[in-house]
């Protein structure tokens, strides 16, 4: 099925022909804060062929563990491929993202909540040509991002514990005022989901465009707390590691998806070699 004219498509050859390119396998540039090293990459790829081995995967974990500099595996949930794929992404969409004064970041919350053992159900094409119809509606024609994962928990009870598919993307500011507007109202609130849009001001940090494809996962437990020091209670929200089944759980959906599919593009073409140029309908 062929994506809307609105997104662009990220294909499997894409994908290879940019990992083709050694230097992303390195610590070369681009280099940002928190940029997990190469070591750190491949020290986290011998933990999930652990991982997949324990839960009875002996053929994803082959796939992880014959994965080379020279013949990489691809896979969506090998963090090293993962990691190569991010910095391409990152080279690519730097360029385009000029002056970085005219662009924002924005984080999206879809009130999309997957029980847990049913992530394998979730149609990526699908969540993401949603959420790009939402962006066409609010008027924004441009964006360059990703979808990303969380296992979200309330100590209260407010809600059910769910996987979040959750977008974060970079957009110009442009007519800010009408599509932020509108923008809001596409995205609803909710218990589990009081603050479905963020955007803030873009400093230029590279760290920014590499967020959308990061390949480390948290579980976001919400509870009642106060804020530095403050008398208001309030909601806060804290962060611990996945349980082993839940990192088998997204790992494997990962594998499944594909690297190319958490790539979020409007107004942007996708150029052989891998290259990312802006659309002429975008101009």
Same mark, same amino acid.
């Given at each position: 099925?062929?994506?809307?004219?609105?997104?662009?498509?990220?294909?499997?050859?894409?994908?290879?022909?940019?990992?083709?390119?050694?230097?992303?396998?390195?610590?070369?540039?681009?280099?940002?804060?928190?940029?997990?090293?190469?070591?750190?990459a491949?020290?986290?790829?011998?933990?999930?062929?652990?991982?997949?081995?324990?839960?009875?995967?002996?053929?994803?974990?082959?796939?992880?563990?014959?994965?080379?500099?020279?013949?990489?595996?691809a896979?969506?949930?090998?963090p090293?491929?993962?990691?190569?794929?991010?910095?391409?992404?990152?080279?690519?969409?730097?360029?385009?993202?000029?002056?970085?004064?005219?662009?924002? #970041?924005?984080?999206?919350?879809?009130?999309?909540? %997957?029980?847990?053992?049913?992530?394998?159900?979730?149609?990526?094409?699908?969540? #993401?040509?949603?959420?790009?119809?939402?962006?066409?509606?609010?008027? %924004?024609?441009?964006?360059? $991002?990703?979808?990303?994962?969380?296992?979200n928990?309330?100590?209260? $009870?407010?809600?059910?514990?769910?996987?979040?598919?959750?977008?974060?993307l970079?957009?110009?500011?442009?007519?800010?005022?009408?599509?932020?507007?509108?923008?809001?109202?596409?995205?609803?609130?909710?218990?589990?989901?009081?603050?479905?849009?963020?955007?803030?001001?873009?400093?230029?940090?590279?760290?920014?465009?590499?967020?959308?494809?990061?390949?480390?996962?948290?579980?976001?437990?919400?509870t009642?707390?106060r804020?530095?020091?403050g #008398?208001?209670?309030?909601?806060?929200?804290?962060?611990?590691?996945?349980?082993?089944?839940?990192?088998?759980?997204?790992?494997?959906?990962?594998?499944?998806?594909?690297?190319?599919?958490?790539i979020?593009?409007?107004?942007?073409?996708?150029?052989?070699?891998?290259?990312?140029?802006?659309?002429?309908?975008?101009?």
């Open positions: 099925m062929p994506s809307p004219p609105f997104l662009a498509r990220i294909s499997d050859d894409w994908v290879r022909t940019a990992l083709s390119s050694r230097k992303l396998f390195g610590d070369g540039s681009p280099q940002w804060d928190n940029l997990p090293s190469r070591s750190d491949l020290e986290e790829r011998a933990k999930r062929i652990r991982l997949f081995r324990k839960h009875h995967s002996p053929r994803l974990a082959s796939k992880l563990a014959a994965c080379l500099k020279g013949t990489p595996c896979s969506g949930a090998c090293v491929c993962t990691r190569a794929l991010q910095r391409h992404f990152v080279s690519e969409a730097f360029p385009i993202l000029q002056p970085t004064s005219d662009f924002v #970041t924005v984080s999206l919350v879809p009130n999309v909540r %997957i029980s847990p053992s049913t992530l394998s159900q979730l149609p990526i094409a699908e969540f #993401t040509e949603n959420v790009g119809g939402r962006l066409n509606r609010s008027k %924004i024609g441009f964006c360059v $991002g990703g979808v990303d994962f969380s296992f928990e309330s100590r209260r $009870g407010d809600f059910p514990s769910h996987w979040s598919p959750h977008i974060w970079l957009t110009d500011k442009f007519n800010r005022a009408r599509w932020e507007t509108r923008l809001r109202h596409q995205f609803e609130r909710s218990r589990a989901v009081p603050r479905p849009v963020k955007i803030r001001d873009w400093d230029g940090d590279l760290a920014a465009i590499g967020y959308s494809l990061k390949y480390e996962f948290k579980r976001r437990i919400s009642v707390g804020r530095s020091q #008398t208001r209670v309030c909601k806060v929200t804290n962060y611990d590691r996945l349980r082993s089944h839940e990192r088998f759980e997204l790992y494997s959906y990962l594998h499944r998806i594909g690297l190319g599919s958490r979020l593009l409007m107004g942007v073409e996708t150029d052989d070699p891998p290259h990312l140029t802006i659309s002429d309908e975008s101009d």
